[in-house]
């Protein structure tokens, strides 16, 4: 016995969609193909791939299609404490999300606490020189290094900035500052 029914009314939603999906690489939990949900945002997919590992810095670079050109640079935590939706924008399928890793400075020589320290936008040499503990007695505050990691040094006496004669020297990733030692005859 064959039913028919008179103009029906079918109702269709799509659960997930499989076609569509975005790459995490990097310092997340578990880079790899993320499938994306209807309209998914930048933190939802980090968050599907498990959040940000330890390791993970400040930049997030975003690829629109996975293209070759470079992608668009990402504050993460102007991302985390703003939630700006002008950061956090929608992903579209075949983009690639790169979560850099973090960047260091070294402080070493007469300082309390010698070491590396997260590397932060705006950091200068007297803010990487305070997460080392600050200066010890015999350090010598007009004999500071800047060593760039891409080649050259710098040279800087602190006692001018603390006393406001120069403007405080934006420090790079990877620079190692180093403060010498007084020493007496």
């Known amino acids: 016995l064959l039913a028919f029914v008179k103009d029906p009314q079918v109702g269709i939603a799509v659960k997930e969609y499989q076609s569509q999906w975005v790459n995490v690489l990097g310092h997340v939990t578990r880079a790899g193909k993320v499938f994306l949900r209807g309209s998914s945002r930048l933190l939802d997919v980090i968050s599907e791939a498990g959040g940000f590992a330890a390791t993970a810095g400040d930049e997030i670079e975003l690829r629109r299609g996975g293209g070759a050109q470079p992608g668009v640079a990402i504050d993460r935590e102007r991302l985390m404490n703003t939630g700006d939706p002008a950061l ?4 579209r399928h075949g983009d690639v999300i790169h979560i850099k890793e973090q960047q260091f400075v070294y402080v070493n020589g007469e ?3 010698a070491g590396s320290f ?19 007695e015999w350090a010598k505050k007009n004999d500071v290094r800047i060593i760039r990691a891409k080649g050259g040094e710098i040279r800087i006496n602190v006692r001018d900035i ?6 405080d020297v934006p420090v790079l990733p990877d620079d190692k500052i180093v403060v ?5 005859s």
């Open 88 to 91: 956090n924008v929608v992903v």
């Open 111 to 113: 300082v309390r606490s």
């Open 118 to 136: 997260p590397f932060r936008k705006g950091m200068t040499v007297l803010k990487a020189i305070t997460e080392a503990g600050g200066f010890t």
């Open 162 to 167: 603390e006393r406001g004669e120069i403007e």
């Open 180 to 184: 010498g030692e007084r020493k007496f």
